[in-house]
């Protein structure tokens, strides 16, 4: 007998780093759907629409049909077209993934610059106020490896007019080949910080950041939060979760994410998580199981 009914795994640091796949993730994937476990793929990374996500996992050798791809910019899509009333005009701070997404799902998105050159702040700040402040209901985030500062004055514009803020995820980092960069957390964070409050008592000695309040945002609809499960398994009971295994490589996320929807879950070191730090977690961000690499999977299972 099988001891998962399916597996759902993360993309980064799971199954690549940056462009380069992790050692035997395709053949470990093609092992385990011969054994018969269905597969599927949740990410946080929203900087890619589920049909590129899909063309770039073939080309490392892995296929996937796109219903079996749930990534945090299909998941903002589906949580603004739950929205009601429906959003009116949408600022997408994030890449083409996310932004077609959103298109896709019948969004009006405002220019990532509005008027000026995109790279200029002095430009965008001597635009008048009618131009500068889009008067977006809805503020997107999602990475962008192409931020600049006008990008974000214009998010912040968004933001302080009293939009609704909708973060595709908060990842503090991205795996890449050679270490860690900064993540769609970080790139959050930025607009967090400068959109929130001096805190006005009990303010905190010697450490300058945690003397403002974050504006939060309004919703997370990427992992920890189990929305996406929710939306890639719509018959999935909550009695069957257990039975799944959610394979992942972060302990905020991808554990903290796999207890909050009751699945199983195994932590994989090929990413971000360290052997010492997945030893000394505890409660939420406990890992199931860790191994190695998803290469050493199959044999985990028992089906190599
Ligand atoms: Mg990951």
Not at 150 to 168: E, F, I, P
Request: net charge positive.
């Amino acid at each position: 007998m099988k001891p998962f009914s399916s597996l759902i795994f993360d993309l980064d640091g799971v199954l690549y780093r940056g462009h380069t796949p992790i050692a035997g993730a395709a053949k470990a994937l093609d092992k385990i759907r011969a054994a018969g476990y269905p597969v599927s793929f949740i990410t946080n990374n929203a900087t890619r629409s589920r049909a590129q996500l899909r063309r770039r996992l073939a080309r490392m050798g892995i296929e996937a049909k796109r219903d079996e791809i749930m990534t945090s910019a299909y998941a903002a899509a589906c949580y603004l077209k739950s929205l009601k009333p429906k959003p009116g005009a949408v600022y997408a701070l994030g890449e083409r993934g996310l932004r077609n997404e959103l298109r896709a799902a019948g969004f009006n998105l405002l220019p990532l610059c509005l008027t000026g050159e995109c790279g200029s702040a002095t430009t965008f700040s001597r635009l008048p106020k009618s131009e500068r402040n889009p008067h977006a209901s809805v503020l997107v985030t999602g990475l962008d490896r192409y931020v600049t500062y006008t990008k974000l004055a214009a998010a912040l514009d968004v933001l302080n007019a009293g939009a609704k803020w909708v973060a595709c995820n908060l990842d503090p980092t991205l795996p890449m080949e050679n270490g860690v960069h900064p993540g769609s957390g970080g790139v959050g964070a930025c607009l967090a910080y400068s959109a929130g409050k001096v805190r006005q008592a009990e303010r905190a000695a010697g450490s300058a950041f945690s003397n403002i309040i974050l504006r939060e945002p309004d919703q997370v609809v990427g992992k920890p939060n189990p929305y996406m499960l929710d939306l890639l398994c719509t018959d999935c009971r909550p009695s069957a979760r257990r039975s799944i295994l959610f394979v992942g490589d972060r302990l905020d996320m991808d554990i903290a994410f796999a207890h909050a929807a009751g699945l199983s879950s195994l932590l994989v070191l090929s990413g971000v998580a360290k052997l010492e730090e997945a030893e000394k977690a505890g409660g939420d961000l406990k890992p199931g199981a860790i191994l190695h690499s998803v290469a050493d999977l199959p044999k985990w299972l028992g089906v190599n």
